[in-house]
């Protein structure tokens, strides 16, 4: 139920005091007449508050489905976790799986860039490729979040262990740990 606000009470307040000093009159086509203005007046008020009412509600739904772009990973997980749609059964297991079918639907487009444009990338392509690379952010951070860390977390992980790989010349070469 929507609420009236102050503003518009007192409004109210004054319609019914114009009008209650018209009542004195015993004449009952007279009375009829006050009566009506005073609740068309009244009517006319509630519509323009539900009017604008409406207006507000609708704005701050807009507001909410408009995106202010982000600056940082927390923030981007903390907004695109609010989106997860999958069972409570599934954490873990059925953002990791969708995460391998993403992936290779970057891989695809990469291969057919390879395979179509000899290697070239246009501006459709890449932008094609970038939103694929969107939806393997999302099932990283879902997978993520399922086992309770950020995506900082990961980020700082994977420099530390970049940088100590670059330090002990084993950039290239096989297996996790080396």
């Known amino acids: ?40 007046e009244l009517k006319e008020l509630i519509e323009q508050e539900l009017r604008t009412q409406k207006d507000e509600i609708l704005n701050s739904k807009i507001q909410e489905l408009q995106f202010n772009p982000i600056d940082s990973l927390n923030e981007y997980q903390k907004i695109a976790m609010q989106m997860k749609a999958y069972g409570a059964g599934l954490p873990v297991f059925y953002p990791a799986l969708k995460l391998c079918g993403e992936s290779g639907e970057v891989a695809e487009k990469v291969a057919k860039g390879w395979r179509d444009a000899n290697g070239e990338f246009d501006e459709e392509r890449i932008k ?6 969107g939806d393997v952010l999302w099932y990283i951070t879902a997978v993520a979040d399922d086992l309770g860390f950020n995506l900082i977390d990961v980020a700082n992980l994977n420099i530390t262990k970049i940088v100590d790989r670059r330090a002990r010349k084993v950039v290239n070469g096989n297996g996790d740990y080396r």
């Open 1 to 40: 139920m929507p609420q009236i606000k102050s503003e518009t009470l007192s409004k109210l307040k004054e319609i019914a005091k114009n009008h209650s000093n018209y009542v004195g009159s015993d004449d009952p086509t007279y009375l009829h007449l006050v009566e009506n203005r005073f609740f068309n």
């Open 128 to 133: 094609g490729i970038k939103f694929e690379l």
